[in-house]
């Protein structure tokens, strides 16, 4: 039961456009919610994180935006850069209290590539 | 840099045999957390800990056991290597923020078993 789905494989975009990753879960107790990015033969780095009272959370050209009915959240870069090609993981946890000891469920990852 | 050491960053072994994974932080953080990444899956929790001696199980735990006998250093085991334990092992750290818990990662660990 994969409760964080990231249904795109791959995306491909030109630099300076925009990059919009998606992430759907199906868990409603999910109540803090991440994105991170990793390159090869590197560790996942934290980019941005959005609490569920919240629906969007910015920091410079990232934004977070999410969806509670839909269980969908989204990443947007803009303007996209070459160095920002890598994957991409959201993931979700249900810390509400602190009864999770900080868990985190994982989407699959997205491979986002920027084209010069 | 969340001052996060794995060792080694690769090994290859073989099937049967034993093999342990160390995870070393020097930020004295509470919550530790091993990974585990395949392609197709993004990373799952193997073992976590809230602190020392206190562990328990993630979502792929079978073969695997952990220790944390210091605050800055948590191990993972493989008691019996299997081919399906092949795989990139990563350590993460839990740092509570406003509304969440935000984990930082070590570089991890590529563990081939023959």
């Known amino acids: 039961d994969q409760q964080v789905k990231q249904n795109s494989p791959s995306l491909s975009v030109q630099e300076g456009r925009i990059s919009i990753l998606n992430c759907d879960y199906t868990n409603s107790m999910f109540d803090y919610f991440l994105w991170y990015k990793k390159y090869p033969a590197e560790g996942p780095t934290f980019l941005i994180s959005?609490?569920?009272?919240?629906d969007k959370n910015e920091d410079g050209r990232f934004t977070v935006f999410l969806n509670k009915s839909a269980k969908h959240l989204s990443l947007h870069i803009v303007p996209s850069q070459p160095g920002d090609s890598a994957v991409y993981f959201c993931?979700?946890?249900?810390?509400?209290?602190?009864?999770?000891?900080?868990?985190?469920?994982f989407g699959q990852g997205t491979i986002l590539t920027v084209h010069p | 840099d969340a001052g996060i050491t794995q060792s080694p960053r690769h090994k290859v072994t073989e099937t049967g045999t034993p093999v342990t994974l160390r995870c070393h932080q020097t930020?004295?953080?509470?919550?530790m957390y091993w990974y585990r990444q395949d392609p197709g899956h993004g990373l799952r929790l193997i073992h976590y800990s809230y602190g020392v001696k206190d562990t328990d199980k993630g979502e792929v735990s079978d073969g695997y056991s952990v220790s944390r006998s210091k605050t800055e250093d948590f191990l993972l085991t493989l008691e019996s290597a299997t081919s399906s334990q092949t795989s990139v092992y990563f350590c993460a750290i839990g740092t509570p923020r406003q509304g969440g818990n935000i984990q930082y990662f070590g570089a991890g660990t590529r563990l081939s078993v023959l």
């Open positions: 993931a979700a946890s249900g810390d509400a209290g602190g009864t999770s000891y900080g868990k985190l469920t």
């Open positions: 930020e004295n953080h509470r919550y």
């Open positions: 959005i609490s569920s009272i919240k």
